[in-house]
């Protein structure tokens, strides 16, 4: 089974600094997704930036992109020019190439994401 | 406005008493999922449903269950409601086979709040 470890529960930064949050995760598959979702306080699931893992080529998202390290099981999400609206919990994800027609997502358990003034 | 809800969005019961949890997706999705959400565990996939009349367990199934009679419709029943079932739960929907599957994102509720006293 496959396993993703967020292994920072809360981050802070100041409002226009960049931040880096991290992801490892663990499967024996060669084909698969990864994501990362923003929950604020509304708790609303939010997709943030996506990455197929045979895609070489880091995924960006205007201010957000990841450095995706397949080879060391690494997907860390940089957000640059931190805005107070980036404030949220955010989640590190996996998802199966082909799952027999299960998309079940494997959530990591956040990084809480403070915006300093 | 493509959209999934759930319904209701806060629910206070006590142990023991029957409750239903709607969600209803408005994209004519073919697949449905419910997660839980806990502190420090993630979200983890309950059941899932990759079309009408085709259910099965996802992770955590136990004290749960679900019905897909409707294409739009996936309900979350919990027969006999229990402290430990206290969550945030989601609902999500995505094209499932219908759709790219490989490129298929998945759209989520806003979270049910239950509490079981």
């Known amino acids: 089974a496959q396993t993703v470890t967020q292994s920072q529960p809360e981050m802070s930064v100041q409002e226009a600094e960049t931040v880096t949050l991290s992801c490892t995760y663990d499967?024996?598959?060669?084909?698969?997704?990864l994501f990362w979702y923003k929950q604020p306080p509304s708790r609303q699931m939010i997709l943030v930036i996506r990455?197929?893992?045979?895609?070489?080529q880091n995924a960006t998202e205007n201010r957000f992109s990841v450095n995706f390290q397949k080879a060391a099981k690494s997907f860390s999400l940089k957000i640059s020019d931190s805005q107070l609206g980036d404030a949220a919990m955010y989640f590190c994800?996996?998802?199966?190439?082909?799952?027999?027609?299960?998309?079940?997502?494997?959530f990591g358990t956040g990084t809480r994401l403070t915006i300093i003034p | 406005e493509a959209q999934v809800t759930q319904n209701p969005r806060y629910l206070i019961t006590v142990t023991g008493k029957k409750l239903t949890v709607t969600c209803s997706q408005n994209?004519?999705?073919?697949?449905m999922s419910w997660y839980r959400q806990d502190p420090g565990l993630g979200l983890r996939q309950i059941y899932y449903?990759?079309?009408?009349?085709?259910?099965d367990k996802g992770d955590v199934p136990e004290g749960y269950k679900v019905s897909r009679k409707e294409k739009r419709n996936f309900p979350l029943i919990l027969e006999s409601p229990s402290p430990n079932q206290t969550s945030l739960y989601f609902c999500?929907?995505?094209?499932?086979?219908?759709?790219?599957?490989?490129?298929?994102?998945?759209?989520f509720g806003a979270g049910t709040r239950l509490s079981v006293l």
């Open positions: 990455q197929e893992a045979y895609k070489q």
């Open positions: 999500a929907s995505s094209p499932g086979l219908a759709g790219a599957a490989a490129k298929n994102i998945q759209y």
């Open positions: 994800a996996y998802r199966s190439y082909s799952n027999f027609g299960n998309e079940k997502l494997t």
């Open positions: 994209m004519n999705h073919e697949y």
């Open positions: 449903s990759m079309n009408v009349e085709v259910t």
């Open positions: 499967t024996s598959e060669s084909d698969y997704y």
